[in-house]
C-alpha cells in the first residue's frame, strides 16, 4: 500500500474513532443523567 | 432512548453507510490526485459540521444573553445547547485539521504549513477549547454570562476562516462552495460530497441531542442546589433574627 492509500484509510479510520469516542462519553454522561432523573 | 432518536440514529447509519460506499466506490479517482483525494468526502463534511454547530452556539449564546434575566428556563436550555454545540463543534473541527494533515502530508509533503487557513482553523479550535475549559471549571451565572460573550467573539473567527483563501494566498486548495468559477471540484464527485455531508451532519445532530439532555440536567440540578442552599441561608438567617431578638 503507498502513502496515498495508507492516508486514505488513517483519515477515515481517524474520523469514525474520533466519532465513537465521542458518543462514547455521550452515552455515558446520558445514562448517569437518566439515573439521576430515576 | 426515545422511538424518534433511535428511527434518527437508524436513517443516519445508513445515510453515513451509503457515503462511505459512494466515497470509496462510485466516484471516479482523481485524475491529479489519485485516491488520496477521497480523503475530501470526509474532510470538507466535518467543515460543514464545525460551521453549523458553532454558528449555533453563536445564536444560543446571544439568546441566552437576551433572555436570562427574563425567562430562567429559556436562558437555561439555551445555554445548555450552546456547550452541547460547542463540544461537537470542536470534534468536527478537530476531524477537519486531523483528515487535512493526512492529506497534505500525501500531496504537498508536509504534515502542516502555518499559512492562513490552517492557521486561523487552529485559532478556532484552540479558541472553542478554551470556551470549554471556561464552561468545565467555571460555575455559576457569572461563568455562564461570560462564556456567552466569549462564544461572539470566538465566532467572529469563522468567516475570517472561510475567506482566509480569498483574502490571502494560500496553500490551501479553493474552496468548494462559494469559490470562483471552476474552482472546487468536479460535479461528479458531488454526491460523495452530498451524502457524507448529510450523514455527518445528521450523526452530530443526533449525538447534540443525547448530549442536550445530560447537560441540561445537570445545569438544571446545579441551579436547583443553589436556589436550596440560597432558601436554607434565609431560613437560618430569619431563625438567628428571631432568637437574637
Given at each position: 500500500m503507498d502513502m496515498g492509500h495508507r492516508h486514505l484509510v488513517a483519515a477515515y479510520a481517524v474520523t469514525i474513532v474520533i466519532h465513537l469516542v465521542y458518543v462514547t462519553y455521550v452515552a455515558i454522561k446520558f445514562r448517569a443523567a437518566k439515573k439521576l432523573a430515576r | 432512548m426515545k422511538l424518534w432518536r433511535v428511527l434518527w440514529l437508524l436513517v443516519t447509519l445508513g445515510v453515513l453507510a451509503q457515503g462511505f460506499r459512494v466515497a470509496l466506490f462510485v466516484v471516479p479517482t482523481d485524475?491529479?490526485?489519485?485516491?488520496?483525494?477521497?480523503i475530501f468526502y470526509y474532510h470538507i463534511p466535518s467543515w460543514v459540521g464545525m460551521g453549523l454547530f458553532f454558528a449555533i452556539n453563536l445564536a444560543c449564546s446571544l439568546l441566552y444573553l437576551a433572555v436570562r434575566n427574563r425567562n430562567q428556563t429559556l436562558a437555561l436550555k439555551a445555554d445548555a445547547l450552546a456547550v452541547t454545540s460547542a463540544e461537537v463543534g470542536v470534534v468536527f473541527c478537530l476531524i477537519g485539521l486531523v483528515t487535512g494533515s493526512l492529506w497534505g502530508r500525501a500531496?504537498?509533503?508536509?504534515?502542516?504549513?502555518?499559512d492562513a487557513r490552517l492557521t486561523s482553523t487552529l485559532v478556532l479550535w484552540l479558541i472553542y477549547v478554551a470556551y470549554l475549559l471556561l464552561r468545565r471549571f467555571g460555575a455559576g451565572p457569572q461563568m455562564r454570562t461570560l462564556a456567552a460573550v466569549m462564544a461572539i467573539f470566538a465566532y467572529l473567527d469563522v468567516p475570517l476562516v472561510y475567506m482566509s483563501t480569498r483574502w490571502w494566498r494560500t496553500q490551501?486548495?479553493?474552496?468548494?462552495?462559494?469559490?470562483?468559477?471552476?474552482?472546487?471540484?468536479d460535479p461528479s464527485m458531488m454526491p460523495a460530497v452530498w451524502w457524507n455531508m448529510a450523514g455527518w451532519v445528521m450523526w452530530g445532530i443526533f449525538v447534540a441531542s443525547l448530549r442536550y439532555v445530560s447537560e441540561y440536567r445537570a445545569q438544571k440540578a446545579e441551579q436547583d442546589e443553589g436556589l436550596r442552599l440560597l432558601d436554607a441561608e434565609h431560613e437560618i438567617a430569619g431563625v438567628a433574627g428571631t432568637v437574637g431578638r
Amino acid at each position: 500500500m503507498d502513502m496515498g492509500h495508507r492516508h486514505l484509510v488513517a483519515a477515515y479510520a481517524v474520523t469514525i474513532v474520533i466519532h465513537l469516542v465521542y458518543v462514547t462519553y455521550v452515552a455515558i454522561k446520558f445514562r448517569a443523567a437518566k439515573k439521576l432523573a430515576r | 432512548m426515545k422511538l424518534w432518536r433511535v428511527l434518527w440514529l437508524l436513517v443516519t447509519l445508513g445515510v453515513l453507510a451509503q457515503g462511505f460506499r459512494v466515497a470509496l466506490f462510485v466516484v471516479p479517482t482523481d485524475a491529479a490526485q489519485g485516491d488520496v483525494q477521497r480523503i475530501f468526502y470526509y474532510h470538507i463534511p466535518s467543515w460543514v459540521g464545525m460551521g453549523l454547530f458553532f454558528a449555533i452556539n453563536l445564536a444560543c449564546s446571544l439568546l441566552y444573553l437576551a433572555v436570562r434575566n427574563r425567562n430562567q428556563t429559556l436562558a437555561l436550555k439555551a445555554d445548555a445547547l450552546a456547550v452541547t454545540s460547542a463540544e461537537v463543534g470542536v470534534v468536527f473541527c478537530l476531524i477537519g485539521l486531523v483528515t487535512g494533515s493526512l492529506w497534505g502530508r500525501a500531496v504537498w509533503g508536509i504534515w502542516w504549513t502555518w499559512d492562513a487557513r490552517l492557521t486561523s482553523t487552529l485559532v478556532l479550535w484552540l479558541i472553542y477549547v478554551a470556551y470549554l475549559l471556561l464552561r468545565r471549571f467555571g460555575a455559576g451565572p457569572q461563568m455562564r454570562t461570560l462564556a456567552a460573550v466569549m462564544a461572539i467573539f470566538a465566532y467572529l473567527d469563522v468567516p475570517l476562516v472561510y475567506m482566509s483563501t480569498r483574502w490571502w494566498r494560500t496553500q490551501h486548495p479553493a474552496p468548494v462552495f462559494g469559490g470562483a468559477p471552476g474552482s472546487g471540484i468536479d460535479p461528479s464527485m458531488m454526491p460523495a460530497v452530498w451524502w457524507n455531508m448529510a450523514g455527518w451532519v445528521m450523526w452530530g445532530i443526533f449525538v447534540a441531542s443525547l448530549r442536550y439532555v445530560s447537560e441540561y440536567r445537570a445545569q438544571k440540578a446545579e441551579q436547583d442546589e443553589g436556589l436550596r442552599l440560597l432558601d436554607a441561608e434565609h431560613e437560618i438567617a430569619g431563625v438567628a433574627g428571631t432568637v437574637g431578638r
